[in-house]
């Protein structure tokens, strides 16, 4: 790079305070008018600047700039010498004159954004004086072949002007540059202090950005400021928290918008602050940027919140006014910005705590409900065939994540077949939470479902974590799912395919991982039919339906029960049992059990309290049976009954297996069941 002796280049301090200057002193600025006004009555241009090398990036950088219509070019613009007209202007300390813009191959970054502002002539003279190379003063028209060499020689007489005010200037700089950058940097640091104090003694993160964007607004004038953090789940930049007192305007807290193309994402993907003086949706294309503009935004600073392991987010400080910042604002402000990073890290890393926490709360206190109803695989006590292939079914979806319905009447052991299909699954290690929507009314299943916000409704005086999130990495089972009301079925088929839902009096999205089993004593596909329940819904829990069959379809595994509850139940009242009258086993096998397992249990629950001695007494009573063994004969007539019904049914249905079944309250597979026990075939239907 040639260089005259007589002009050495300005150094980086020497740089900063020629920055200063032009922007500190109403001489310069003045004199940089009084340019402007000379020119404009002998030479035609869309604007005029003032570029300055930078020796320690090697650049060179828009310092100054009047223009008279829109341009493309922004204040504080930086190129490479090499890409810049006024870095040749510079390095070879002579005029440049571009007469076509159109036509020119050099300067392609400097060129393309010139010809955007529709400048087709550019010159730019040296600002030089004997004891400095400062760059240069550029200047362009709209006109093709605008100027001429006595074009030419009036600028570089008029530019002579600012270059000795520059050198006026600061040959009265150092003294004020010091005192002003010693004073600046007083009131920085009490900034910074009070920031941290700031910090220090909040946790929310609002709170905190409403105050920390007051202290920054004692130093530096801003209208906007925002904090986003970044949420790796979806991929986006969320709004957490915004100081618009200007506002509320089309940005709200809670609002999410993906990384690319926005000004925020720029500073987050690149780990760099990005200073923009002139907003636009050409440079970033989103709907972000669209609502910045729309809400009067101008200009900003947009900068990196850089964590311990990964960037967190940004934090965003805007004005409505164009070019309101600086270089030296920046610095601030990353100052401030790491300050705020190690605050959001700790805030997040806290709330993480308190989350799991609550959790762990939460989990501890639905498990000491549950304590005295824990059931293990053990627990499922029989032999029969139909139970066994039930077992089987268990054995072969327990391994999936697939959706689980369970059908059967109250009392056959569904959530025991629920537990059973939980501790067969990977998810064995996590907690399987259980809902009864019977149980809970209506008013109250959303909330207990989902969770709520403190505030979120009359009586919410805290935060409450729902089932599906208690529930995350583990097992959800929803007992009786046929009792949730219409209005909370689309919610839940939502959480149940997305995987993800919002609790009452929230707008953050909660991502899950549940493996949902429900049970039911009720006809789904009949309450579709009758539109009380929702087909989509049906369609989504009917993965991989399992029936429990009836107690009264599973005579063999009576006398299995029935030694393991007198077994249970005598053990935790100190009662010693050790005979079972043959009489009363008989009259045990041969009941129907309407109430099933449930009842067959608290019948021996009784028995038990009722027999003090070696010999169970069962209170037979109550089954409305005598404790006489049943004469031979009535046992065939109940057979016999039990098969005219049917056949009966099965003739006013037309043969028709399914609406028989429906006349008769039974599921087809009963009454398929059924007809081969008591061997009816489609030829009985015609024999009276």
Not at 353 to 362: F, Q, S, V, Y
Not at 410 to 438: F, M, Q, W, Y
Not at 505 to 519: F, K, Q, Y
Request: glycine share 4%.
């Amino acid at each position: 790079m040639s260089q005259p002796e007589s002009a050495p280049a300005i150094d980086a301090e020497t740089l900063m305070d020629v920055a200063g200057a032009l922007a500190s002193y109403p001489e310069l600025v003045a004199s940089f008018q009084e340019l402007q006004q000379r020119l404009l009555n002998t030479v035609h241009f869309e604007f005029l600047s003032v570029v300055l090398h930078d020796p320690v990036h090697n650049v060179m950088r828009v310092s100054l700039l009047e223009a008279a219509t829109p341009i493309t070019v922004p204040l504080s613009l930086e190129l490479p010498i090499q890409d810049s007209p006024a870095g040749w202007t510079w390095q070879h300390q002579q005029p440049l004159l571009m007469h076509d813009l159109d036509q020119e191959i050099r300067f392609a970054p400097s060129v393309r954004l010139l010809r955007k502002s529709d400048i087709h002539t550019f010159c730019a003279i040296p600002l030089t004086t004997a004891k400095r190379m400062y760059g240069a003063i550029c200047l362009g028209s709209s006109r093709e072949n605008a100027y001429g060499d006595s074009d030419l020689l009036a600028v570089e007489q008029a530019v002579v002007q600012v270059a000795h005010a520059l050198d006026a200037a600061l040959a009265h700089e150092p003294a004020k540059t010091v005192e002003d950058r010693l004073a600046n940097e007083h009131e920085h640091f009490r900034l910074l202090l009070e920031i941290n104090n700031t910090l220090v003694r909040n946790i929310d993160l609002r709170d905190l950005l409403a105050q920390v964007s007051g202290c920054i607004r004692r130093v530096l004038q801003h209208d906007y400021s925002s904090l986003c953090l970044y949420d790796p789940l979806t991929t986006q930049l969320n709004v957490h928290a915004i100081d618009f007192p200007e506002g509320p305007g089309a940005i709200r807290q809670e609002l999410s918008f993906p990384v690319a193309d926005s000004p925020a994402g720029r500073a987050f993907s690149t780990r760099n602050p990005l200073l923009i003086n002139r907003l636009n949706t050409q440079d970033f294309p989103s709907k972000i940027t669209e609502m910045l503009i729309r809400d009067g935004i101008r200009s900003g600073c947009w900068l990196p919140l850089l964590g311990r392991e990964r960037t967190l987010g940004t934090l965003n400080v805007c004005s409505l006014l164009e070019s309101r910042f600086t270089q030296a604002d920046i610095k601030l402000l990353s100052q401030v910005a790491n300050q705020v990073a190690i605050a959001v890290d700790n805030a997040l890393a806290f709330q993480q705590i308190a989350d799991l926490k609550d959790r762990l709360a939460e989990e501890k206190s639905y498990l000491e409900d549950e304590i005295h109803s824990v059931y293990n695989f053990d627990e499922i006590v029989g032999e029969s065939a139909a139970l066994k292939q039930v077992l089987d079914q268990v054995r072969t979806v327990a391994a999936t994540n697939s959706t689980v319905l369970i059908l059967g009447e109250t009392g056959t052991g569904k959530e025991l077949i629920a537990r059973a299909i939980h501790d067969l699954s990977p998810r064995r290690g996590r907690t399987l939470v259980k809902l009864n929507c019977a149980a809970i009314p209506t008013g109250l299943l959303e909330s207990e479902l989902f969770g709520h916000e403190k505030g979120a409704f009359t009586g919410a005086i805290a935060q409450k974590i729902g089932r599906l999130e208690l529930a995350n990495q583990g097992t959800l089972f929803l007992d009786e799912v046929g009792d949730i009301s219409l209005e909370l079925q689309p919610k839940l088929l939502r959480a149940l395919q997305e995987q993800e839902f919002e609790r009452l009096g929230s707008n953050r999205t909660i991502h899950v991982d549940v493996r949902l089993v429900v049970a039911t004593n009720r006809n789904l596909e009949q309450m579709v039919a009758e539109r009380t329940f929702r087909q989509d819904l049906f369609y989504r829990l009917n993965v991989f339906p399992v029936s429990v069959p009836p107690l009264r379809e599973r005579d063999g595994d009576v006398p299995l029960l029935v030694h393991y509850f007198v077994n249970k139940h005598a053990q935790r009242m100190g009662r010693h049992i050790e005979r079972i009258p043959a009489e009363t086993m008989r009259v045990l096998t041969h009941w129907h059990w309407p109430g099933n397992v449930r009842e067959l249990e608290n019948i021996i629950e009784r028995a038990v309290i009722l027999s003090p001695g070696p010999v169970l007494n069962v209170p037979l009573a109550a089954l409305g049976a005598s404790a006489e063994p049943p004469p031979t004969e009535p046992v065939r007539t109940l057979r016999a009954s039990e098969r005219e019904l049917i056949l009966r049914a099965l003739r006013e249905s037309n043969g028709v297996i399914a609406t028989a079944a429906l006349r008769l309250g039974m599921k087809r597979t009963t009454l398929n069941s059924k007809m081969h026990k008591l061997a009816i075939s489609r030829s009985d239907l015609f024999v009276r």
